[in-house]
């Protein structure tokens, strides 16, 4: 997945997302800081949410049923190691990769697992934290050896 991909996506399901809330166009459109007119152009798909839009709504609506099943879990996570193009460093504690999540290998501590929507790859400790994400999957083999090899 990568920028556009992402935008299209949340632009698709941004009305399903503000129903799912429960609020109007109107106040959708203050929470994201669009206009209504904007809001009423992307819900129609008459145009995309820009990046910064997709942002907001990635922040906003974190917890969002609709906005994890889009995009394979937390919203957050897929929308970082697309704007950063990967991360390598310990992250925030996962649940544990059970629902959106294959587990492909385990080195010493550290699981490597993709991501069955977005097709991201992430390494996790014994404990769910997240040490790595990328698209890459090449450097994620590359990175778990490192980490597993510790």
């Not at 059970?98 to 790859?121: C, P």
Request: proline share 1%; net charge neutral.
């Amino acid at each position: 997945m990568n920028q556009q991909q992402l935008i299209e996506l949340i632009s698709l399901k941004l009305r399903v997302i503000r129903l799912e809330k429960e609020y109007s166009q109107q106040k959708m459109a203050d929470v994201l800081g669009l206009s209504k007119k904007t809001l009423i152009q992307i819900e129609k798909a008459r145009a995309l949410a820009s990046w910064t839009a997709v942002i907001a709504v990635c922040a906003l609506f974190r917890e969002s049923e609709v906005l994890q099943a889009t995009v394979g879990g937390d919203p957050l996570e897929v929308l970082e190691t697309i704007a950063h193009n990967g991360i390598d460093r310990r992250m925030d504690q996962s649940m544990g990769g059970k629902v959106w999540w294959r587990e492909l290998e385990t080195k010493g501590r550290f699981r490597l697992q993709q991501n069955l929507i977005s097709q991201h790859f992430r390494i996790l400790d014994e404990e769910h934290y997240r040490w790595y994400s990328s698209f890459d999957e090449d450097e994620a083999w590359h990175r778990l050896g490192e980490l597993g090899g510790k």
